[in-house]
């Protein structure tokens, strides 16, 4: 019974990722059950990882706007890390992708 | 002939040399007074003896004497000229204007007399100095205050009453509520305003103006007319004073008679302090100001370095001394200032005065705490002290001040902490991305039997582990 609702769950959702629910919060809501059921985990850790350093990225340059921008250099060093490491994250990610082994073999 | 002054002269030399040990003034005590004839010298009598025992020596000389000099192979044979014989147009040869100025400029000090009969000689001498006398044979007039006694009244004999504020010059007795009278018979003069190192000393009252004696009129001889302008009241001076920058004190009075004994006696004068205090000051025997010493060094480790660092914080000390009374005491105010220059001043502070250790000490030490600016290059340390009344004191020290070394700077600031820990928390992060990447157990199956909970995915995993061996 279990296993008939979460069949009938695997092959609707990707029905419901076809859902042509025009609204916003209906689009959002898609998305995001679609991105859980879907993304393999180690892609999860990885995508953790780039929101950090964005998050990290964000208080630098709010911190920056706010204090000035005293130690330039300081800042830069900072704020050049944190985008660093988020796009390299983001190759990593891209490589990794098992969706995109016809192009990384 | 000529051998006697001379001989005379190295005598006088010798003794002031022995007797400069005991001098009462600060610059020497070897005077040159010049009178029309030796005989007239006797008018003043008191005046000259109050400066013999005040432990000056005195040369009375004519002044058609030719043989008097005042400098010799180009040192000054006096140290300070009084000049009281105002009609005689011409000094001796070696007593031009020219050479009084000379004398002046190294450091004599000059107390000029005039009178209605002034000369031309005395007209220039003291046009140099911002002091313009009135016309030859124009008396200061003053109807209202002037000398009256037993029933015969000169209106050219006035009393002055007016001072001018230098406490430095006159003490702050000659003026207030009970100000001095001052008889004074002479010319008036002129003296330009806006010359900062000419002070007037005696001034005219509200009634006091410059005329002929013989009409009471203006100094040509007609009578005044309500259209007249002539010189009176503040603007009329009668005795001025001048401080060179080189610190040589010179004053001019219109009337020789203020020194004489006469006026000196009459009754309700103050003739005698007043010539006293002013006589005092141009002798240099008072408000003579003198930097015994001057240092700075580092705060942290008080000695002073070959250079200084931008930014170091640095200690400035001078003492200064004022004379008066025979003696040296310590200089007492609150505007003394440093200035650190290079160019422009970078840093003006008020010094303040150190509380002296030693009370009989006869120096005040003054003490400022300095950030040295933030820029690099020779600077000059300077104290530029120069006050109405007072001598000129200005010391100049010349240092250098380096740019900080590339490991001098400060190595965190702390305004740039965020940053520090962002690139910290960053690697951090990149190791624990390389954990969580390498060591990941993925759970196999996905979305199917997520609901079933954990034990599937473990058996699952188990299965696959004890399955895996068989490829290899």
Same mark, same amino acid.
């Given at each position: 019974m279990a296993r008939e609702s979460a069949a009938a769950a695997a092959e609707t959702t990707p029905a419901a990722a076809f859902n042509t629910s025009a609204s916003v919060p209906g689009i959002v809501s898609s998305l995001a059950r679609e991105y859980t059921a879907n993304t393999p985990q180690r892609l999860k850790v990885i995508d953790t990882y780039m929101v950090f350093c964005v998050a990290v990225g964000i208080v630098q340059f709010v911190y920056c706007g706010l204090v000035g921008t005293f130690p330039y250099n300081a800042f830069l060093a900072g704020f050049g890390s944190a985008v660093a490491c988020f796009v390299f994250a983001a190759n990593l990610r891209m490589k990794t992708n098992p969706k995109n082994r016809a192009q990384f073999p | 002939m000529r051998l006697l002054p001379s001989l005379g002269i190295c005598l006088a030399l010798g003794g002031a040399w022995l007797k400069a040990v005991e001098a009462k003034s600060a610059t020497g005590d070897r005077v040159l007074v010049l009178v029309p004839t030796t005989e007239s010298a006797k008018q003043y009598t008191y005046f000259l003896g109050t400066l013999e025992t005040r432990g000056f020596d005195i040369?009375?000389?004519?002044?058609?004497?030719? @043989?008097? /000099?005042?400098?010799?192979?180009?040192?000054?044979?006096?140290?300070?000229?009084?000049?009281?014989?105002? /009609? /005689?147009?011409?000094?001796?040869?070696?007593?031009?204007?020219? %050479?009084?100025?000379?004398?002046?400029?190294?450091?004599? *000090?000059?107390?000029?007399?005039?009178?209605?009969e002034l000369s031309d000689f005395h007209r220039k001498l003291g046009a140099q100095f911002g002091v313009e006398f009135e016309k030859r044979g124009s008396r200061a007039i003053d109807h209202v205050s002037h000398l009256s006694e037993n029933g015969s009244d000169d209106h050219s004999v006035v009393a002055a009453h007016r001072f001018f504020g230098v406490p430095a010059v006159l003490p702050s007795t000659f003026g207030g509520n009970n100000p001095g009278t001052v008889l004074y018979k002479g010319i008036a003069h002129k003296?330009? /305003?806006? *010359?900062?190192?000419?002070?007037?000393?005696?001034?005219?009252?509200? !009634?006091?103006? @410059?005329?002929?004696?013989?009409?009471?009129?203006?100094?040509?001889?007609?009578?005044?007319?309500?259209?007249?302008?002539p010189l009176s009241g503040k603007a009329l001076g009668l005795v001025s004073v001048f401080q060179t920058r080189s610190n040589a004190r010179v004053a001019f009075s219109g009337s020789t008679e203020l020194f004489s004994d006469s006026l000196m006696k009459k009754h309700g004068s103050s003739n005698t302090q007043f010539v006293t205090e002013v006589s005092k000051w141009v002798l240099q025997e008072k408000s003579v100001?003198?930097?015994?010493?001057?240092?700075?060094?580092?705060?942290?480790?008080?000695?002073?370095?070959?250079?200084?660092?931008?930014? *170091?914080?640095?200690?400035?000390?001078?003492?200064?001394?004022?004379? +008066?009374?025979?003696?040296?005491?310590?200089?007492?105010?609150?505007?003394?200032?440093?200035?650190?220059?290079?160019?422009?001043?970078?840093?003006?502070?008020?010094?303040?005065?150190?509380?002296?250790?030693?009370?009989?000490?006869?120096?005040?030490?003054?003490?400022?705490?300095?950030?040295?600016?933030?820029?690099?290059?020779?600077?000059?340390? +300077?104290? *530029?002290?120069?006050?109405?009344?007072?001598? %000129?004191?200005?010391?100049?020290?010349?240092?250098?001040?380096?740019?900080?070394?590339?490991?001098?700077?400060?190595?965190?600031?702390?305004?740039?902490?965020?940053?520090?820990?962002?690139?910290?928390?960053?690697?951090?992060?990149?190791?624990?991305?390389?954990?969580?990447?390498?060591?990941?157990?993925?759970?196999?199956?996905? !979305?199917?039997?997520?609901?079933?909970?954990?034990?599937?995915?473990?058996t699952k995993t188990k299965q696959s582990a004890t399955s895996k061996p068989k490829p290899n």
């Open positions: - | 040369s009375v000389r004519a002044a058609s004497n030719s @043989s008097v /000099a005042l400098h010799l192979d180009g040192e000054r044979l006096y140290d300070h000229a009084i000049l009281l014989s105002p /009609a /005689a147009k011409k000094f001796g040869s070696d007593l031009t204007a020219h %050479n009084f100025i000379r004398f002046v400029d190294d450091g004599g *000090n000059l107390l000029v007399a005039a009178s209605s003296y330009e /305003a806006k *010359n900062p190192l000419l002070v007037p000393v005696l001034v005219g009252s509200t !009634t006091t103006y @410059s005329g002929n004696a013989a009409t009471g009129g203006d100094s040509d001889n007609k009578a005044l007319s309500p259209m007249d302008t100001l003198r930097e015994t010493g001057h240092r700075h060094h580092l705060l942290s480790t008080g000695e002073k370095p070959e250079y200084y660092r931008i930014g *170091n914080e640095m200690v400035y000390e001078i003492d200064l001394s004022v004379y +008066r009374d025979d003696a040296w005491h310590p200089y007492v105010a609150n505007d003394v200032q440093f200035e650190a220059i290079m160019l422009d001043p970078y840093v003006r502070l008020t010094l303040n005065r150190t509380l002296p250790t030693d009370s009989k000490s006869p120096l005040a030490t003054y003490r400022g705490d300095i950030k040295l600016p933030d820029r690099y290059g020779t600077f000059t340390f +300077r104290v *530029n002290y120069k006050r109405t009344g007072y001598s %000129n004191v200005d010391v100049k020290d010349t240092v250098a001040i380096w740019p900080l070394r590339h490991d001098e700077y400060p190595r965190f600031l702390t305004a740039a902490y965020p940053y520090y820990t962002s690139s910290f928390v960053m690697i951090i992060g990149f190791l624990a991305l390389s954990t969580a990447w390498l060591w990941n157990a993925e759970p196999k199956a996905k !979305t199917n039997v997520k609901d079933e909970g954990k034990t599937k995915t473990k």
